[in-house]
C-alpha cells in the first residue's frame, strides 16, 4: 500500500513537472508582435543572408576563427515591437552562414558587456532564430494565425514557423548543447540541460516545443535538430570550463558574444514542425535578440530584431562560387586535368609495350642453348 502511494505520487509529480514546463515556455515568448499595434518601422529590401558550401572547416564551438573566410551580413538591431529608431540596440549583429551538404551553420556575434546570471533566464543575454514553414507563414506574429489563441493544424495549417531559441543562463561557454539523447527519447524539441530549444509556433500565444501541442504530446515524430555553443570574447577558455567557474569571466566587461549554431538541411520532421532546406533554394529567415540592459531582467517582448520582415536567406550549390574565390568547377577542372595526364600515360605505357614487343633490333637467347 505505502509502495503504491509513493507510485502515485511519483506519477503526479511527473505530470506536474512537465505541465509546469509548458507553461514556462509559453510565459517566455509571449508578447512577440502582440502588442505591436501599427509599426513605422521599413524593411530593409537589401538584407540578404547566402549559406555558402564550405565542407569540412567548421566545428561548433563558439570559436569564430573557422569561419573567417566567409563573408557575413550586418543588421541594426531594432525593437521588434513598436520600434524607435532613436532607440536601436547599440551595437549591430554579425550573421554568417554556411552549409557542408549535410548541415546548416549559422555564426551569430553580439557586441555586448559581460552579463551572466546563472538559472536566471531573463538576467541572461538570449538569441532566436525563425523560419517560415507554411506557406502562409508571415514574419508579423510569429506566422500570423491571428486571432486564436487555441490553435492547432486544423485552424492554423499553414501559418507555422519553425523556431530556436538559446537562452544561456543554463549553460556553459564553448560546450555544446540542443539536441541529446535525454530529450530526444521524450520526443520533444526541448533540452533540459542548456535551454537551446527546438519549437514551433502558429501566433505568439501558440508556441510550442517540437513534438507538443495544445493537448499535449502529439506522438512520434519530432526530437531537437539543433546543436550549439555560445561564449563572450572577455572569457579565458584555453582548456574548457565547468559549472563551478560560473559566471566564467569578469562581470560588466566590454566584448562580443559568440553564438554558433548547426542543424541538419533535412530533418525526419513528419509534425510540419521544422523548415527544410533545400540546397539551391531560398528560404525566410529572422533573428532577435535579449539583453538585459542596467542588469534589469528583460521582458518577452523586449527584444531586438535584424529586420521588420524575412530576411531572404539562399542555400548556395557547390558549384557556385563563393566568397573564399574557390569552387568545386575548379575542383572540377583540376580532376579533368588529372584524368587526361592519367590517360595519356596509359597510352604511353601501351606505345611502349607493344614497340618492345614488335622491335627486331633486340635478340633474347634461349637458355637451353647455354
Known amino acids: 500500500m505505502v509502495a503504491s502511494s509513493k507510485q502515485h505520487s511519483m506519477a503526479w509529480s511527473g505530470v506536474i513537472a512537465f505541465l509546469l514546463l509548458v507553461l514556462d515556455w509559453s510565459r517566455r515568448v509571449q508578447g512577440h508582435n502582440e502588442a505591436a499595434g501599427s509599426s513605422n518601422c521599413v524593411s530593409d529590401e537589401h538584407l540578404r543572408l547566402t549559406a555558402e558550401y564550405l565542407p569540412g572547416a567548421i566545428t561548433v564551438d563558439a570559436k569564430s576563427s573557422d569561419w573567417n573566410s566567409v563573408q557575413g551580413q550586418t543588421f541594426s538591431l531594432r525593437q521588434a515591437i513598436n520600434p524607435d529608431a532613436s532607440k536601436p540596440y547599440p551595437s549591430d549583429m554579425t550573421i554568417k552562414v ?69 537562452s544561456i543562463s543554463k549553460a556553459i561557454p564553448g560546450r555544446l548543447y540542443g539536441a541529446n539523447p535525454i530529450d530526444i527519447a521524450n520526443g520533444t524539441g526541448h533540452d ?24 499535449g504530446f502529439q ?19 584555453n582548456y574548457g570550463l565547468v559549472s563551478m567557474d560560473h559566471p566564467y569571466g569578469q562581470l560588466g566587461s566590454a566584448g562580443i558574444y559568440t553564438f554558433e549554431l548547426a542543424r541538419p538541411l533535412r530533418t525526419t520532421d513528419r509534425l510540419q514542425q521544422d523548415v527544410q532546406f533545400t540546397i539551391g533554394e531560398v528560404h525566410r529567415f529572422a533573428a532577435a535578440f535579449w539583453y538585459p540592459f542596467n542588469n534589469m531582467p528583460w521582458s518577452p517582448s523586449q527584444h531586438y530584431s535584424v529586420n521588420c520582415d524575412w530576411v531572404p536567406l539562399e542555400v548556395v550549390p557547390a558549384s557556385v562560387k563563393s566568397s573564399t ?46
Open 192 to 215: 533540459s540541460f542548456g535551454n537551446l530549444n527546438d519549437g514551433y509556433a502558429w501566433n505568439p500565444h501558440c508556441r510550442h516545443y517540437d513534438g507538443l501541442g495544445p493537448n
Open 219 to 237: 506522438g512520434p515524430g519530432a526530437q531537437n535538430d539543433w546543436r550549439g555553443a555560445w561564449t563572450h570574447s572577455s572569457i579565458k577558455n
Open 98 to 166: 554556411a552549409h557542408d551538404g549535410r548541415d546548416l551553420f549559422f555564426l551569430i556575434e553580439v557586441p555586448g558587456s559581460f552579463v551572466y546570471v546563472e538559472g536566471q533566464p531573463h538576467s541572461s543575454p538570449s538569441v532566436a532564430l525563425m523560419f517560415g514553414v507554411g506557406d502562409d507563414a508571415t514574419y508579423h506574429n510569429m506566422g500570423g494565425c491571428s486571432g486564436i489563441t487555441t490553435c492547432s493544424s486544423a485552424t492554423c495549417g499553414g501559418h507555422e514557423v519553425d523556431l530556436m531559441h538559446f
Open 325 to 370: 574565390g574557390f569552387s568545386s568547377q575548379v575542383v572540377f577542372s583540376m580532376s579533368s586535368f588529372a584524368l587526361v595526364l592519367a590517360l595519356a600515360a596509359l597510352l604511353t605505357s601501351v606505345t611502349i609495350f607493344f614497340w618492345v614487343r614488335t622491335s627486331n633490333k633486340l635478340r633474347f637467347a634461349s637458355i637451353d642453348t647455354l
